[in-house]
């Protein structure tokens, strides 16, 4: 497998050099030079396979030329102790993907980076500095799945004062290879801080730099595997039980106790348009730099059993508007309360726009903005109904509602049953939940860190002052 960067494809690269460097050397990010198909085999067996089962078939066609099919065996088998479980609430399907250390979907994409890293710099001499800008979740998690390794120091930057508490501790909290950097600005400051020291000519010859964020093709490959294991449950009709952190809550909180709000919230899977193997399963991703959505493409162009994704944005609706007018227009990001998905210049719009045209994307993608209020309202009906959602999750949630209630026909028949895919647990914004009445236990993963003290410096945004930082 070859990777090329989105603005070259003159120079393509192995696995190895696309990870280690994350950014290519042109600012592009690295694409893959054709997509692997699932088998037959494995399409078939998709609702019957473990998770690590089937992070191994997704994984192993990406990797195979830099990592031996054993190590990638045994490093798939690390990672994931904990699975992704598709569960159902209040009528609806949710895909559970906080139930890792840090209680957040980000783990995914970190503990299988941090394992390969360490495999492919395997007798290297010079450290290796992860540089990583975070709105919330990533920092915590890469901190967390690198924190430890021998060679390899980590340097996450965050926008100050617009995280929670808790992801500040996961953060800022571990100390050792770990430094945390409160950048005085937005995600957005953070993200192009990062870009900047990645084309600086005094850093790359001081520092070995990589980045751990979804610009990095590393993170996005390993995302692929739950979209990929969920549509396979889905359609064999498997529910998982609920894991250790499901927040459920109270008297009628049993799985099929509550009824659907109505609408499309029903299990019916239709057969895609055409016709087809398999017919369509269709996902609502709450969607910031998104990272995310595109590991669901790649599982949709591999193969998987996908037909349809709604982006669930919120206040930064960046990608939503250029679904609905053709023109695509950055923008400096607004604050809310899903704070994770403040991001008005998303990243990985640039992979999104090399493989997909406009029209593609809009047959492929319906894009939803939802308001903080409709964001709390949500979290304040469905945790009455039995079930807590973060504010991320919420915009997901509510994106869905708004797509049943749409006057438009092909925008209600893509959500039929929409599988919620649930970022981050809600114990993680426990300041956003408190005043809208919600509250949920703290699951035994976040209870230790909330016992962490916070050490980062603050920084200005700009190049210099992370240079200053870093040497």
């Not at 950048?183 to 001081?206: I, M, N, P, T, Y």
């Not at 209630?405 to 426990?430: C, D, L, W, Y």
Request: glycine share 10%; proline share 6%.
């Amino acid at each position: 497998m070859r990777y090329y960067s989105t603005r070259n494809k003159n120079e393509p690269v192995n696995f190895a050099v696309a990870a280690l460097t994350g950014l290519a050397p042109d600012g592009g990010l690295y694409i893959p030079q054709e997509f692997p198909q699932f088998s037959k085999s494995v399409k078939s067996s998709l609702g019957k396979m473990t998770y690590t089962e089937i992070a191994f078939e997704t994984i192993k066609p990406w990797v195979i030329d830099d990592i031996p099919a054993g190590v990638l065996e045994d490093i798939v088998n690390s990672a994931y102790p904990f699975g992704a479980p598709l569960i159902e609430a209040c009528g609806r399907r949710v895909l559970e993907l906080f139930h890792g250390p840090t209680a957040a979907f980000k783990d995914f994409g970190a503990r299988f980076m941090a394992r390969a890293f360490s495999y492919l710099r395997r007798g290297e001499t010079r450290p290796l500095t992860i540089l990583t800008a975070t709105s919330g979740d990533t920092g915590g998690a890469v901190a967390d799945g690198f924190f430890g390794t021998e060679g390899i120091s980590v340097t996450v930057l965050y926008p100050k004062g617009r995280i929670s508490e808790l992801q500040e501790k996961q953060i800022a909290g571990l100390g050792g290879n770990i430094s945390a950097l409160a950048v005085e600005g937005s995600f957005d400051d953070c993200q192009r801080l990062v870009k900047q020291a990645f084309g600086d000519s005094e850093l790359k010859k001081r520092l070995v730099l990589a980045s751990a964020n979804s610009i990095n093709v590393a993170r996005l490959i390993p995302q692929t595997v739950y979209y990929t294991a969920a549509s396979g449950r889905v359609l064999s009709g498997h529910i998982d039980p609920d894991g250790e952190a499901t927040p459920r809550l109270g008297r009628g909180a049993l799985r099929g106790d509550i009824p659907a709000e109505g609408g499309s919230g029903g299990f019916a899977v239709q057969s895609r348009s055409g016709g087809g193997d398999f017919p369509p399963v269709r996902f609502c991703v709450p969607s910031g730099n998104f990272g995310n959505l595109t590991a669901g493409l790649y599982a949709y162009k591999m193969g998987a059993p996908i037909g349809h994704f709604i982006a669930a944005a919120n206040a930064n609706r960046t990608v939503p508007d250029y679904l609905e007018s053709g023109k695509y227009e950055a923008r400096p990001s607004i604050a809310t309360i899903s704070n994770a998905m403040d991001v008005g210049a998303p990243s990985n719009f640039e992979r999104m726009a090399a493989h997909f045209s406009l029209d593609e994307m809009r047959n492929l993608i319906t894009g939803v903005s939802v308001t903080d209020d409709e964001t709390r309202e949500t979290i304040r009906e469905v945790f009455d109904k039995g079930y807590c959602l973060d504010p991320h999750t919420a915009v997901g949630w509510r994106a869905v509602r708004k797509l049943e209630h749409s006057q438009s026909g092909s925008a209600a028949e893509n959500t039929a049953g929409a599988v919620i895919v649930s970022t981050a647990h809600p114990a993680k914004f426990r300041e956003a939940l408190g005043p809208l009445g919600a509250q949920v236990p703290v699951p035994p993963s976040l209870q230790k860190v909330m016992e962490r003290k916070i050490v980062t410096v603050t920084i200005r945004a700009e190049l210099d002052a992370l240079k200053s930082a870093l040497l």
